[in-house]
């Protein structure tokens, strides 16, 4: 049973890879509803609405005893996916989280924070300025959630199987990249052995 | 993510509408009002004392009660909010405390979210960017000003 786990930056394309990957390789792609889940499970549904507040908007100010029943929750849910097998777990701390389990790929996209402004200022009409605004917001938002709950930094490379930066590569040249690298893991990490994921 | 509805719904406050078009720059599903909660009740089964949170969010399965910071206002909700945990102890419900983020929503451009709050820096702002394009236009269109001689 393969499983991926994306994490991305804002702006980076992520999202967009993430369910290029799920059409090629007829993965379940799942984003809001592990966080949804993890807070409900963990007894603290305002966790949910903390994680997707990047831009601070919603006053969510999780406690300590939040964030730790938030912590265990979330890997009973993250577990319960994996199990089901050929998912896409677009999260940031996937990676962190199932770090040992040998059956899941990890990803990580990312851009220049430049870039990544012009395509929200693109995305959203807004200026590049308030763009790259909420580009520091969201990273900072994310930044710290790892490391807080973790206690790892989300841009560390050991966490991940491939990094992927969208400067160059295009979003169908890095699910493509993404499905040779699931269908040669399926194939036991043997490049003699390449075999497509059933 | 489900794309939450858009709805012809008549606000209280301002500050229900702002949270909602946050709401909806998040993709977060929200229903308005929609379960009043009986607080207490006569001798004869009649509600004496009521309470209907301003939101319920059915993806995080949660109720959110907004309030301004007035602190005589925080009171009173908060002793609603624990009469609600002891009566319906399953119901999620969250108090939040509406700060000021008129200047964080003009940090990131999102006028349209701090319009809602009437009267604000965000309108502010907007003039001002207003008038400063307007002056910048107007700068354009000015005459040259001639050239001083050098008087060396």
């Not at chain 1, 993430?18 to 963990?42: D, K, M, P, T």
């Not at chain 1, 605004?133 to 930044?143: T, W």
């Not at chain 1, 160059?168 to 040669?184: E, G, M, Q, S, Y």
């Not at chain 2, 319009?115 to 236009?137: C, H, L």
Request: a negative charge.
């Amino acid at each position: 049973m393969v499983a991926i786990t994306l994490s991305r930056q804002i702006g980076s394309l992520g999202d967009e890879i993430a369910s290029a990957v799920g059409a090629l390789l007829g993965f379940r792609v799942i984003c809001r509803e592990l966080i949804n889940q993890a807070a409900a499970a963990a007894g603290y549904p305002e966790m949910a609405l903390a994680l997707i507040d990047d831009f601070g908007l919603l006053g969510m100010r999780p406690s300590k005893r939040c964030c730790a029943s938030f912590a265990a929750a979330e890997r009973e849910v993250y577990l319960q996916f994996i199990d089901q097998g050929h998912v896409v777990l677009v999260c940031g701390d996937g990676a962190v989280m199932l770090q040992e389990l040998p059956d899941v790929l990890h990803i990580r996209i990312i851009a220049p924070a430049n870039l990544r402004a012009q395509r929200l200022a693109a995305q959203h009409k807004i200026s590049v300025a308030a763009a790259l605004a909420r580009v520091e917001a969201s990273d900072r938002a994310r930044r710290v959630f790892i490391r807080k709950q973790h206690r790892t930094c989300w841009d560390d490379p050991h966490l991940y199987d491939l990094i992927i930066n969208t400067d160059k590569v295009t979003v169908p040249d890095a699910a493509a990249l993404i499905c040779a690298a699931v269908n040669r893991f399926a194939g036991a990490g043997s490049p003699q052995e390449e075999r497509h994921v059933d | 993510m489900t794309e939450p509805k858009q709805r012809n719904v008549k606000f209280v406050h301002p500050i229900e509408e702002a949270f909602v078009k946050i709401l909806n720059f998040y993709g977060i599903a929200w229903e308005y009002e929609p379960k009043t909660f009986a607080l207490s009740r006569d001798e004869n089964g009649v509600i004496t004392e009521a309470f209907t949170p301003d939101f319920f969010l059915p993806e995080q399965n949660m109720f959110i009660e907004l309030t301004t910071l007035r602190p005589q206002l925080i009171r009173h909700k908060n002793r609603k909010l624990r009469r609600i945990k002891e009566l319906y102890p399953e119901v999620n419900i969250k108090l939040l405390k509406r700060s000021d983020l008129r200047d964080l929503m003009i940090k990131y451009e999102m006028y349209d979210l701090a319009e809602p709050i009437t009267g604000t820096a965000a309108q502010a702002a907007s003039a001002q960017q207003s008038q400063q394009v307007a002056s910048a236009d107007a700068a354009l269109e000015e005459p040259d000003v001639p050239e001083q001689k050098d008087e060396q």
